[in-house]
T-cell receptor, first 112, second 113 residues
């Protein structure tokens, strides 16, 4: 079982609220990723990080922002949530030495 | 533009049968092809993966077949069991840059008794 954690697991909020989705891993991985996944659909990369102080946007345009101040922590923030942000958000991490990306359990976000 | 095409979208197989899921890709820079298994409410978990210099890889009941010239790869699940019921995603990774995974659209597999 991978040591990558996401909180909260479920979140229901109203439009206009600021939210932060937490992701942390204890494996010391340099590379971390955020994917967006609608139920039963493919995953789309929205952000990634090579390491501390490194963040890049992914393939899918997203109004969210990320930060990487510590190796183990990669939070995602939405300044003003909208119903179009309703989705599942999956965090993943990967070491430089091995190929496998480890995924967290995801946060299911619903914006009313 | 769908860089990794996956089929079928859903699949129903009888217990003990063989489940086959297919993927095709266009980008010749892809150098690593994993399959992920995802149960409802969980994140994807790596099932098995292959590199393009190998035509087949087997781990237990799971086999990847890889055809580099056709740019296709497939997952075979032998002796399918009800516990295999899940959504399966193929993916491909480019050999440079951020090592991001490009995912297929997923196949919902249901194994019936």
């Amino acid at each position: 079982e991978a040591d990558i954690y996401q909180t909260p697991r479920y979140l229901v909020i109203g439009t206009g609220k600021k939210i932060t989705l937490e992701c942390s891993q204890t494996m010391g991985h340099d590379k971390m990723y955020w994917y967006q996944q609608d139920p039963g659909m493919e995953l789309h990369l929205i952000h990634y990080s090579y390491g501390v102080n490194s963040t890049e946007k992914g393939d899918l345009s997203s109004e969210s922002t990320v930060s990487r101040i510590r190796t183990e922590h990669f939070p995602l923030t939405l300044e003003s949530a909208r119903p179009s942000h309703t989705s599942q958000y999956l965090c993943a991490s990967k070491s430089n030495e091995y190929n496998e990306q480890f995924f967290g359990p995801g946060t299911r976000l619903t914006v009313l | 533009q769908q860089q990794v095409k996956q089929s079928p979208q859903s699949l129903i197989v009888q217990k003990g049968g063989i489940s086959i899921i297919n993927c095709a890709y266009e980008n010749t820079a892809f150098d690593y092809f994993p399959w992920y298994q995802q149960f409802p409410g969980k994140g994807p978990a790596l099932l098995i993966a292959i590199r393009p210099d190998v035509s087949e890889k087997k781990e237990g009941r799971f086999t990847i077949s890889f055809n580099k010239s056709a740019k296709q790869f497939s997952l075979h699940i032998m002796d399918s069991q009800p516990g295999d019921s899940a959504t399966y995603f193929c993916a491909a990774r480019s050999n440079f840059g951020n090592e991001k995974l490009t995912f297929g659209t997923g196949t919902r597999l249901t194994i019936i008794p």
